[in-house]
């Protein structure tokens, strides 16, 4: 017995030399994933006559913060846009998780009678919508929220596939016996909801959390459609405003000495990866928070015993 066990382990150990390969292969594709994002921050350091003259080098011959001192002062609202992108991307998350967990674990249990009409009634908004012009419509005259957060927070709020993924986690990893149990012991369903099924949720509320942030945080076209006020313009619009001022300023600089003038101050090329950057740096950080459930997240529920 002792044999068939040390066979079994020595099986599934890996050699020395297997070990040192397979670490270099997931090492050098490792360093693939994170070498344009590095090579990104190195292009917006560096002086733009130099980035004209040298090209592209990973180590320049000058380094430089012009591009991110010309972001900062062309779009003087910066932090403020940084702000709302923060505060819509916490609330609208936080929103989107009460908001879809809610509905996808209504649909995931057997005893809800009308679970075919609502599975139903989400599936088929992810095959049809009312298109943009009812959409603005809504939004900015029905409900009234144009030129206010909400509009920027609502519209993302909800959505059916985000639904179809927890639906399914509730089905395959929360036990019907359990919240039997739990009700014959007098709970209700907010008490088993709350205290059974969100504790043995989190790799799937963590994984719809991600998606949802990374939604929020991304998002430029509602701001487009129903913001205004510079005051509520997120970090992305404002980003792209200042990408259009700069096309404005190289299109029209044949047509205008003023125009020729201000395009040779613009560190083009460098601002644009100063701003990509500035709009990528902070959404980094936020994956580590997810990053304990987010793999077990997308895979349970995968294997059927």
């Not at 923060?86 to 967990?101: F, K, Q």
Request: aromatic share 14%.
């Amino acid at each position: 017995m002792a044999e068939v066990i040390k066979k079994q382990r020595d099986f599934h150990q890996v050699s020395r030399g297997w070990n040192f390969i397979l670490h270099l292969i997931a090492g050098i594709f490792s360093f693939m994933c994170v070498f344009p994002f590095l090579f990104v921050v190195i292009i917006s350091l560096t002086d733009e006559k130099t980035l004209a003259t040298d090209g592209y080098r990973l180590i320049p011959a000058k380094w430089s913060l012009e591009a991110y001192r010309f972001v900062f002062e062309t779009g003087d609202t910066l932090l403020r846009s940084y702000g709302v992108t923060i505060l819509v991307t916490v609330v609208g998350t936080i929103l989107s998780l009460i908001m879809i967990s809610l509905y996808s674990y209504a649909i995931s249990r057997k005893s809800f009678p009308y679970r075919r009409f609502f599975s139903i009634f989400a599936i088929v908004t992810m095959l049809f919508n009312g298109g943009m012009i009812p959409t603005y419509m809504v939004v900015s005259q029905l409900l009234g929220l144009k030129d206010t957060l909400w509009a920027l927070i609502l519209p993302l709020a909800m959505n059916a596939f985000y639904i179809m993924i927890l639906r399914t986690f509730y089905s395959t990893s929360v036990p019907e016996p359990i919240i039997e149990s739990a009700r014959i012991d007098g709970a209700g369903d907010f008490y088993i909801f709350l205290r059974i099924v969100l504790p043995l949720s989190l790799p799937g509320l963590a994984t719809i959390g991600l998606f949802s942030t990374l939604g929020y945080w991304n998002d430029w076209f509602n701001a487009l459609l129903y913001i205004d006020k510079p005051s509520l313009v997120p970090l992305q619009s404002m980003l792209m405003r200042i990408e259009s001022s700069i096309a404005f300023i190289q299109q029209n600089s044949q047509n205008s000495s003023l125009s020729l003038t201000a395009l040779q101050s613009i560190p083009q090329d460098t601002s644009r990866m100063a701003m990509v950057v500035l709009a990528t740096l902070p959404i980094i950080f936020a994956y580590p928070f997810f990053q304990r459930y987010f793999v077990q997240g997308l895979t349970v529920g995968a294997v059927k015993e």
